[in-house]
Each structure stands twice: as structure tokens, then as C-alpha cells.
């Protein structure tokens, strides 16, 4: 059940950026129109839609991080392709268990370099101004 909150937690952020504040909030899954942050995915074990759901999250993040932050790191085409290749090895993985290791290897090399968690947010470090 962790590996279903877990990647459902992580969806469902990544589906709530917030512009004006410069964080990422957390949608209900009732926002979730594709209802793809839903952690039954997991349980039941439906690989593909688990794949498309964590790439898209992951892909959201890394183009929020390169518009909105103002770290240089993420103007080197090295480090774009470094978290590109997150989502490559998201839609290669052929376990859960491999989503669920890239989600929190995602969360603990990215989201440890860029984010920062304050009052149940995700606030970017170094935003643009």
C-alpha cells in the first residue's frame, strides 16, 4: 500500500502547480480528469496507465523547474537530459516495483535539488522572479 500512496501523492502534485506562489499544492482526485493519480492503479497492477501517469508527473515537474527556477544547473542541456531520462526509464520499466524505485529516487535526487516542502507544499528553492 505504501508504493500506491506513494505514487499517487506524487501525481497528485505534480498535477497542482500553483504560478503565483511558486509551489506545487496537492489536487483532490476528484481533479484529476484523466484519473490517473488514483493509487488503485497500483494495486491492481496496471502497469501501462502507472507508466503514462508518472511519466506525465515527472514531465510536468522537470518543465515547471526549467521555466520557473532560476538555478543555473537547469540551464545546462546535461541536466535537462538528466531528468529527460527519468521519464526514458519510467516508460522502459517492466516491474512496479521499478516505478515506485524511479518515483522515490525522483523525489530524493530532483525534488531534494529544487523543491523545498514548507505547509504541505512543494515551493520551489530559487524561483524566477
Not at 521499478?98 to 515551493?123: A, R, T
Request: aromatic share 10%.
Amino acid at each position: 500500500m505504501e508504493s500506491a500512496s506513494t505514487y499517487e501523492y506524487f501525481l497528485r502534485r505534480a498535477f497542482a502547480f500553483n504560478e503565483e506562489k511558486h509551489c506545487f499544492e496537492m489536487i483532490v482526485n476528484s481533479d484529476d480528469n484523466a484519473h490517473l493519480s488514483r493509487a488503485q492503479l497500483v494495486t491492481n497492477n496496471k502497469i501501462t496507465s502507472v507508466k503514462v501517469g508518472t511519466a506525465y508527473a515527472m514531465s510536468i515537474f522537470n518543465n515547471v523547474l526549467i521555466n520557473h527556477s532560476a538555478d543555473p544547473c537547469l540551464n545546462e542541456s546535461s541536466e535537462k537530459d538528466r531528468l529527460d531520462s527519468y521519464l526514458d526509464r519510467v516508460l522502459q520499466s517492466k516491474k512496479m516495483k521499478d516505478i515506485i524505485s524511479l518515483i522515490m529516487d525522483y523525489k530524493n535526487d530532483v525534488w531534494g535539488k529544487y523543491l523545498i516542502e514548507w505547509d504541505f507544499m512543494l515551493k520551489i528553492k530559487n524561483p524566477k522572479p
